[in-house]
């Protein structure tokens, strides 16, 4: 008899793969979530305030405070400054549309500026010509993972007696001239969605401040403005984490920058394997620890190479296809948005593959081979 043979398998790579990241702590999660049904504390319990005090601790920071997203932290942190109705962020332009959001949300006027065509962060040479006598805050974007370039962001803003706030939703364990994000200016923001290298079961957001007087308003704006059971001091804000997240949250945590090792090799396999080829691979600053959240690689077939890796069962994504001046909310806001050449070029050619600790040497291999021979092809 003649034997058929199968084809072999397609090697499937996702972009993420929540289920890995939850197998390792499976058990330890389900005991934890038993003892706190049982205890019935579902927010601020202990497994909420022992999270704060680790991972303040983990940034370097003077003070941290669980919150409901990365959204709501940065519109937290925004709040607690109190700047004037109508005062001006500078913001760049090439960053998920939450920190857009986070500003308006508190009262204040989005004024974008272009990135560095490397880094892919804010410009910082960008900034004074977005100046105004409204400008209160600037807030640098760690994107993908990569820290903005901060010294001269803070000088700029001490000199001109402006707030500095960083959103650090994808810089979990990232560092800058080896201080850890969220440590490095007045206030930062984190976000602990599913799919970062800190990331909940759903929903959960952090922010981390450098003094006293804005520890104590992120406190009290977090939680309806209480100041005891029965006092609302101020007009506050339901922006709790609950317990179950910050159990999570603790399992995750000791293993947070053995992971992020993990996806720094992955991302030096890809850089080696793809130095050859007529792509731009992640710049990693020399000031800066990468935590590779995203590994973004541009190239001017960026749909076409997209469609050649779904093809051969590899997921992708776009970080970000539209930039946020162009999107239609902005239509409908108060703005100021300077020229983008360099956020416009990476929006048409940026393609996120995937890095992720768990990945195998057969899905990373099967990366490679897929993405040369796209390449090869042209």
């Known amino acids: 008899m003649i034997q058929i043979q199968s084809p072999p398998a397609v090697v499937q790579v996702p972009l993420v793969d929540l289920r890995a990241t939850y197998l390792p702590i499976r058990?330890?999660?389900?005991?934890?979530?038993?003892?706190?049904?049982?205890?019935?504390?579902?927010?601020?319990?202990?497994?909420l305030r022992a999270f704060e005090s680790e991972f303040t601790r983990y940034c370097g920071a003077h003070a941290g405070f669980c919150c409901s997203n990365g959204t709501d932290a940065l519109t937290l942190a925004l709040t607690a400054f109190d700047f004037k109705p109508g005062f001006e962020a500078i913001v760049p332009a090439h960053t998920f549309f939450a920190t857009i959001e986070s500003v308006v949300h508190a009262g204040g006027v989005p004024v974008l500026i272009d990135i560095d065509p490397l880094t892919c962060t804010m410009d910082p040479a960008?900034?004074?010509?977005?100046?105004?006598?409204?400008?209160a805050v600037i807030v640098p974007v760690h994107i993908y993972g990569q820290p903005a370039d901060m010294d001269p962001i803070l000088d700029i803003a001490r000199r001109r007696n402006l707030r500095v706030i960083e959103d650090a939703a994808q810089a979990h364990g990232a560092r800058y001239k080896n201080r850890p994000a969220g440590s490095l200016a007045d206030a930062a923001s984190f976000s602990f969605y599913f799919t970062k290298n800190l990331g909940a079961f759903g929903e959960a957001g952090f922010v981390t401040v450098n003094d006293d007087a804005l520890a104590d308003r992120v406190a009290l704006f977090r939680h309806h403005g209480h100041r005891g059971k029965f006092e609302h001091e101020v007009v506050g804000y339901n922006m709790r984490m609950d317990e179950l997240q910050a159990a999570v949250l603790r399992a995750k945590l000791p293993r947070l920058d053995e992971l992020n090792d993990i996806r720094r090799n992955v991302a030096r396999r890809y850089n080696d394997a793809?130095?050859?080829?007529?792509?731009?691979?992640?710049?990693?600053?020399?000031?800066?620890?990468?935590?590779?959240?995203?590994?973004?690689?541009?190239?001017?077939?960026?749909?076409?190479?997209?469609?050649?890796?779904?093809?051969?069962?590899?997921?992708?994504?776009?970080?970000?296809?539209?930039?946020?001046?162009?999107?239609?909310?902005?239509?409908?806001?108060?703005?100021?948005?300077?020229?983008?050449?360099?956020?416009?070029?990476t929006c048409r050619r940026c393609l996120t593959l995937p890095c992720f600790p768990e990945l195998t040497d057969a899905q990373i291999d099967h990366v490679i081979r897929s993405v040369r021979s796209y390449s090869a092809r042209k």
């Open 274 to 345: 793809f130095a050859d080829l007529d792509v731009t691979t992640p710049f990693e600053a020399d000031y800066a620890r990468h935590n590779y959240h995203c590994y973004v690689i541009q190239t001017d077939g960026r749909d076409a190479l997209a469609q050649h890796l779904s093809d051969r069962g590899i997921g992708t994504g776009i970080h970000y296809k539209t930039p946020v001046h162009l999107q239609p909310a902005m239509n409908t806001i108060p703005h100021r948005a300077l020229p983008m050449p360099v956020t416009e070029s």
């Open 27 to 47: 058990e330890a999660l389900l005991e934890q979530f038993d003892a706190i049904l049982n205890r019935g504390q579902l927010f601020n319990g202990e497994n």
């Open 126 to 135: 960008r900034i004074e010509e977005a100046l105004s006598p409204r400008t």
